[in-house]
């Protein structure tokens, strides 16, 4: 028996949110299920250290409510509370919590002390989950929380982990807002790892792989973005995550859109090809199955342009892109390539997504898209 990853966020620093003596519950949409839980909270990106006043796990009904009688408190060598370092993170004492495979559960942290947006509170800001604020107090037991707002971030929660038998393996998907699958439904848990999990949950049962999301919105491969580079990012999210033992890497997007629009930061072909082969290189040095992901279409995207630009496509960002598929296809640098363009692509129109893939604004899929891409990865790769 090890420990695997069933479900997982990218910590970054979270914008525009501030506590103060306050109880979060977070929802998380596991992949795979086990007889015994942990739960790992960060503070990565804090600047002191954090107080966790008392945390429990539930399962989920509805809204900011719980399963009556489901909870269990949350214990960090067997003390119901904790201190995380600036920058670190902890990983809670095993729970006995007998979980069923793609089930929602609750996530309940009391924080006890004011939390300022200078504290760089550590979180995933676009989640596609409501998750819930209480007014002041600890509500970490209670099944139904007093609501202060709801809100989309994710906060502290980084990781859920299952011990499960040895055969079971760890995937993780490596990307940036089209991993993370932004603009897909709040709630639907519509993300293609999530319809990979479903899935791989069809076709193995009680030893299908774990799923970890670690995509971001913004990320890039070659510089800095929200959470850090992709290259920057690897240790501590894909070679850190429990029980990994295949990671799909979706990168580069961004860097060739280069939306702060920095000459120091527009990217050659070679930059790009350095910078992937590097990932799978050293998933490969520990013995990690590595996948490449080729990059999406988007000719005439527009979603976020800076101001007086209609968006950030340009001819030669698309002949870097066409280029960087065709070395992620045939450079053998790969264990295997899943090829989300060929399969969203219009074959009348190989630049574009097809319209019934596009949410509209020519860069992200729709709910239809991100459920395709889950559903043309080929199982048999982890057999």
């Avoid at 009556?68 to 600036?86: H, K, V």
């Avoid at 990983?91 to 504290?119: C, G, H, K, M």
């Avoid at 519509?190 to 990320?219: C, S, T, Y």
């Avoid at 860097?255 to 490969?284: C, F, W, Y």
Wanted: hydrophobic share 40%; aromatic share 6%.
């Amino acid at each position: 028996m090890g420990w695997v990853g069933t479900w997982a966020t990218t910590p970054a620093v979270t914008e525009g949110i501030a506590l103060d003596g306050q109880t979060v519950r977070m929802i998380a949409h596991v992949s795979i299920g086990g007889p015994t839980l942990r739960v790992r909270l960060s503070n990565a990106y804090g600047t002191q250290n954090l107080d966790i006043g008392g945390a429990r796990i539930a399962l989920h009904s509805q809204g900011a409510d719980c399963v009556l009688g489901s909870d269990r408190p949350i214990r960090f060598n067997g003390s119901t509370s904790t201190t995380i370092a600036a920058g670190a993170l902890v990983i809670s004492d095993p729970i006995e919590f007998d979980i069923q495979p793609l089930t929602d559960l609750a996530v309940s942290v009391y924080l006890p002390n004011r939390l300022d947006e200078d504290f760089q509170i550590t979180g995933h800001g676009v989640a596609r989950q409501t998750n819930f604020v209480s007014p002041v107090g600890d509500f970490t037991a209670a099944p139904s929380i007093p609501v202060k707002h709801a809100i989309e971030a994710n906060l502290f929660v980084s990781g859920i982990d299952v011990l499960a038998p040895d055969i079971v393996r760890g995937i993780v998907a490596l990307g940036d807002s089209l991993t993370d699958s932004n603009i897909s439904t709040i709630d639907a848990n519509n993300r293609w790892p999530d319809q990979l999990a479903r899935r791989l949950v069809e076709k193995f049962g009680a030893h299908a792989p774990g799923v970890m999301n670690q995509g971001i919105g913004g990320n890039r491969l070659v510089h800095d973005a929200r959470g850090g580079s992709a290259q920057r990012r690897f240790d501590r999210d894909v070679l850190a995550q429990p029980g990994v033992t295949h990671v799909i890497v979706l990168i580069g997007i961004n860097d060739l859109r280069n939306r702060p629009r920095k000459a120091e930061e527009e990217v050659s072909t070679q930059e790009m090809i350095l910078g992937l082969h590097q990932l799978a290189l050293r998933a490969r040095t520990n013995r990690i199955k590595v996948f490449g992901g080729t990059l999406l279409t988007f000719e005439n995207e527009d979603y976020l342009p800076p101001p007086g630009l209609p968006g950030l496509y340009t001819p030669e960002g698309e002949a870097k892109r066409i280029a960087i598929n065709d070395w992620i296809r045939n450079s053998g640098a790969f264990d295997a390539v899943i090829d989300f363009e060929k399969a969203l692509r219009d074959p009348e129109h190989l630049t574009q997504m097809l319209p019934v893939y596009d949410c509209g604004d020519h860069l992200h899929p729709n709910d239809t898209g991100y459920l395709r891409m889950g559903d043309v990865i080929d199982l048999s790769l982890f057999d």
